[in-house]
């Protein structure tokens, strides 16, 4: 069995506190895979964002 790191790039950041909560975020994601970018809104509960991610792996 072979280990991969998984390392996480983050594409852009959204205020929790947002009128229209993770809309914004999760409209961004959507662009980013139209575009081909395999992106994905997580919650970053220490900064109280949402954060639109890439997730990428290494060997």
Not at 10 to 25: C, D, I, N, Q, T
């Amino acid at each position: 069995m072979t280990a991969t790191a998984r390392h996480r790039t983050v594409l852009e950041r959204f205020p929790a506190g947002h009128p229209r909560g993770f809309w914004p975020a999760d409209e961004y994601a959507a662009a980013q895979r139209a575009q081909g970018t395999d992106a994905h809104v997580v919650m970053d509960l220490a900064s109280d964002q949402f954060l639109v991610v890439t997730d990428t792996t290494h060997p």
